[in-house]
Structure formats: structure tokens, C-alpha cells
């Protein structure tokens, strides 16, 4: 007979981890590398990603969460902690929208009209292509 730990045992180990997760996780984060790993993984990620046993995993996966459940656990782990994060990532998201802000100030549209049909069709189609064209040029 295999002895194993019971579940309230169990339990309360994964919550004493919790206080040392965050200096242990640095640490880990800190000498990871991650781009070319994941590069050099693209072709098997493809692969795997069209697989039906790794789909039929996904889908039970998610079969097993209801979207209650998914809500619930989403706000509690994520409302604490999104509005300093987004503060975190300013810079990084004014650096990376600053391509389409500078594409949008160069676009000259015509005036608008009574139509709202040429109005879509001047002013929001041009935006539009434009922006779309930048996003397959840079990634």
C-alpha cells in the first residue's frame, strides 16, 4: 500500500508555502530565460496545439470550471492587484501604442458629411487599414 499525505495535510502545506512562494518565485523568474526556449518551441507548440488528445485536455479543462466559477476566482486574485500592475506597465504600454498614436496624427481625413455610411467610409476605413497594416508590420 502506497502512504500517501492526507488531503488536510496537503492542504496546509501548499498554504505555508504561500508566505515564502513570492522570494522563491524572484529568485526562479530571475534566472529564467524564457524568448528562446519559446522560440526554439514554436514548431512543437504548433504541432501540439492541433493535436486532439491536447484539445480534448483543454476542453475537459475547461468543462470542469463553470463561468461563475471563473468569475469569482478571477475578481479575487485580480482586483487587488490589476491597478498597480497597469501602473507598472505604463511605460510599456504608451511605448508600445506610440507607433499607432504617431500613424493616426499623420492621417489626413476629409471633412465629415450628413452621411453617416461616407462618414464610416472616409474617416473610420482609412484608420482602420492603416492601423491594421502597422499591427502585420511590427508584430
Known amino acids: 500500500m502506497v502512504r500517501v499525505k492526507s488531503e488536510t ?6 498554504e ?5 512562494v513570492g522570494r522563491r518565485f524572484e529568485i526562479g523568474v530571475k534566472t529564467a ?3 528562446e526556449p519559446s522560440i526554439a518551441g ?11 488528445e491536447v484539445l480534448a485536455r483543454r ?4 468543462d470542469r470550471v463553470s463561468d461563475a466559477e471563473w468569475r469569482d476566482s ?19 504600454q ?3 501604442y506610440r507607433p499607432y498614436r504617431t500613424l493616426i496624427e499623420g492621417i489626413t481625413l476629409p471633412p465629415k458629411t450628413a452621411s453617416v455610411e461616407e462618414n464610416i467610409s472616409n474617416r473610420c476605413v482609412p484608420i482602420a487599414v492603416a492601423q491594421h497594416e502597422l499591427k502585420k508590420e511590427i508584430g
Do not use: C
Not at 505555508?16 to 515564502?20: A, E, L, M, P, Y
Open 42 to 52: 514554436q514548431e512543437l507548440y504548433e504541432i501540439q496545439m492541433s493535436n486532439s
Open 33 to 35: 530565460e524564457w524568448k
Open 16 to 20: 505555508k508555502s504561500t508566505g515564502d
Open 74 to 92: 478571477t475578481i479575487t486574485k485580480g482586483k487587488t492587484i490589476i491597478g498597480d500592475r497597469m501602473k507598472k506597465a505604463s511605460g510599456k
Open 9 to 14: 495535510d496537503i492542504k496546509a502545506n501548499y
Open 94 to 96: 504608451i511605448a508600445r
Open 59 to 62: 476542453k475537459t479543462g475547461i
